[in-house]
């Protein structure tokens, strides 16, 4: 009884797969030895598909559920082991299984930037990131063409390849869609869609899928985006002179800050300050004036008057204006006017600013000699 119970237990009588990683794609059954005998339970799981390989031949595939390793279950291995002993011997089959399931934020990145014509700026060079999924949709074809006879095959060994083809047709898409650089933002989407389309085909013929495909960020070399910066800045402020007054403000502030810079950088922080005062000010010393120079006085405000004649106001007159209408008689100093700053209507006698529009004409000149 002892050794027909070892000579049993020599024989596999159930054959499964319980999955306890994160990254397995394939698995394979472990015989040690053993060999599987006609009739053993085989359990596939959902998300699980079983490979048999016989003899370096791949069998048979089978899909999730509970299998009887019987002739009419196995009708490929069953040709190719030809039951010799009565469907009763053991066979020696290796037995992959394979993970169906989505594999989820896998990362991919552009490791060199990538070279394209914007628009707007020229050549550029951006990089972009983000995250992948995928799947086996061909258990058969993907360990034919890419696990081969590896006996546990992760996520990890696949990954760096799927990340190479997305780069390239990355590429492709960014440098044939015209999309200017700062839009691409707007249009992650898309481009997402138009990627995994260029990029499907290609893994379709290891048997992988690419469900979902996002782009998280597209970005320009550092130094463009910092020239960027200082471009909306300046749209912001709107004027020069009030940007140059704000990067100094920075520069000072920096200076101030820095204790590496001693009395030089208080005094450099100081003189910025004070010219920048003075500009804004209008004072002496500013930028752009000679040290000593006083700055010229504003131009004078032309004054407007009206004239009240027979009950009604006219005007409003210049001063030139009324040096015209004295001239021709139509003022007088009798006449009333009023400007801003008089106190009530005034006749143009009383005024001091019209006054010399009255003075007396010169007598005729003397006689020729």
């Known amino acids: 009884m002892a050794l027909f119970d070892f000579i049993s237990g020599e024989f596999i009588d159930v054959i499964e797969w319980t999955d306890d990683t994160r990254d397995t794609l394939v698995w394979r059954f472990e015989r040690r030895g053993n060999a599987i005998k006609y009739g053993a339970k085989l359990t596939v799981r959902e998300g699980q598909a079983a490979v048999f390989v016989h003899e370096g031949q ?19 291995l069953t040709t190719l082991q030809h039951w010799d002993h009565g469907f009763n011997s053991p066979f020696k089959s290796e037995v992959y299984f394979v993970n169906t399931t989505r594999f989820q934020d896998l990362k991919w990145g552009t490791k060199n930037p990538i070279m394209c014509r914007d628009p707007e700026f020229g ?52 440098a044939s869609s015209g999309i200017p650089v700062l839009d691409m933002a ?30 998280e960020n597209i970005s320009l070399p550092e130094a463009v985006e910092k020239a960027l910066d200082k471009r909306t800045s300046m749209g912001i402020v709107g004027d020069l002179s009030r940007y140059t007054q704000f990067s100094a403000a920075e520069a000072m502030t920096d200076a101030a800050g820095n204790p590496a810079g001693g009395g030089m950088a208080a005094g450099l922080g100081a003189g910025m300050g004070m010219a920048m005062a003075g500009q804004m000010m209008g004072q002496p010393g ?16 032309e004054k407007v008057w009206h004239i009240a004649s027979g009950g ?33 209507w005034q006749r143009a006698g009383e005024v001091n600013e019209l006054a010399q529009l009255f003075t007396v004409m010169p007598p005729p000149p003397p006689p020729a000699d």
């Not at 791949?58 to 490929?76: K, Q, R, S």
């Not at 696949?158 to 492709?172: C, D, E, H, L």
């Not at 500013?286 to 004078?300: L, R």
Request: aromatic share 10%; net charge negative; proline share 9%.
């Open 58 to 76: 791949l069998a048979d595939v089978f899909t999730p559920g509970l299998y009887m390793l019987e002739t009419n279950n196995m009708p490929i």
């Open 286 to 301: 500013a930028w752009g004036q000679s040290p000593g120079q006083a700055a010229p006085p504003p131009p004078p405000v």
């Open 123 to 174: 050549p550029v060079r951006i990089r972009a990131f983000g995250t992948y999924t995928m799947r086996v949709i061909d258990p058969a074809l993907f360990l034919r063409e890419i696990v081969g006879t590896d006996g546990e095959f992760t996520t990890d060994e696949i990954s760096y390849q799927i990340r190479n083809i997305i780069v390239a047709k990355f590429g492709q898409v960014i």
């Open 312 to 344: 009604q106001t006219q005007g409003p007159f210049s001063r030139a204006d009324l040096g015209k209408m004295a001239a021709q008689g139509a003022l007088t100093r009798e006449t009333h006017v009023w400007t801003q700053g008089l106190d009530g």
């Open 186 to 215: 707007a249009n992650t989407h898309d481009l997402g869609k138009l990627i995994a389309d260029r990029v499907s085909p290609l893994l379709a013929e290891y048997g992988i899928a690419l469900p979902a495909f996002y782009i």
